[in-house]
């Protein structure tokens, strides 16, 4: 199992691009979420999905969208890229449902995005 | 809405010290996970608290679930220098979202 990859690794955009990180698992979890890590910080929850077809807000949604057509694929979308959005961007997965012992989340190895 | 603290933000310890961080949520979680980061890389989960007052060892980390499942700690024994990295909590609500709220982190470094 290649567990959960993303890409590209890195990524420099100017303001005003779009781009769409990619985030792929292959241990047919349900659940899946997107992070973003400023410098020196902690990790803030961007969106997550609960399966196919289904996909919410978390902390800090603004700027983004995500969609989940498939099991394996949950890609996050910036319109509009704006310095602000300069981060490292993790995406991660879990297997059941919260409050089970079966929702350890595994995380990819991140996407370095930068906007100039 | 709801918050993660982590205290402290940054330790420095000699090896063989032992370091503990402490976290604490505005509301009552469901449980609550830990993980560890290395410089550079992507968080590793570690464990994961379910009950109140809860208590558990891997090795040299004991973990704690406080009482009112609002408050957790992560105690390490005679560190070495591989613990070296940045330790997270995550808290899931008990108002029944599937959201984690990540803690603020605490970086520690072992001086050799």
């Known amino acids: 199992n290649a567990g959960v990859t993303q890409t590209p690794k890195f990524r420099i955009l100017k303001i005003g691009q779009s781009m769409t990180l990619q985030c792929a698992q292959d241990?047919?979890?349900?659940?899946m979420y997107w992070y973003r890590q400023d410098p020196g910080m902690g990790l803030k929850l961007i969106y997550y999905?609960?399966?196919?077809?289904?996909?919410d807000k978390g902390e800090v949604p603004n700027g983004y969208n995500v969609s989940r057509s498939t099991t394996e694929d949950f890609p996050l979308r910036l319109e509009l890229a704006a310095p602000s959005q300069t981060s490292v961007y993790f995406c991660a997965s879990s297997r059941g449902l919260a409050g089970t012992t079966y929702n350890e989340q595994f995380f990819g190895p991140g996407t370095r995005l930068t906007v100039l | 809405g709801q918050q993660v603290m982590q205290i402290p933000q940054y330790q420095h310890v000699q090896e063989g010290e032992d370091f503990t961080t402490y976290c604490n949520s505005s509301?009552?979680?469901?449980?609550i996970q830990w993980y560890k980061q290395r410089p550079g890389g992507h968080p590793v989960f570690l464990i994961q608290?379910?009950?109140?007052?809860e208590v558990k060892k891997q090795k040299r980390l004991t973990f704690q679930f406080g009482e009112a499942k609002k408050n957790s700690s992560l105690h390490i024994t005679a560190t070495q220098t591989t613990d070296v990295g940045t330790y997270f909590c995550?808290?899931?609500?008990?108002?029944?979202?599937?959201?984690?709220?990540f803690g603020t982190g605490t970086r520690l470094k072992v001086l050799a």
């Open positions: 995550a808290g899931l609500s008990s108002s029944g979202t599937y959201k984690y709220i």
């Open positions: 241990m047919n979890h349900n659940y």
């Open positions: 999905s609960v399966g196919a077809g289904i996909t």
């Open positions: 509301t009552t979680l469901s449980n």
């Open positions: 608290l379910v009950k109140s007052g």
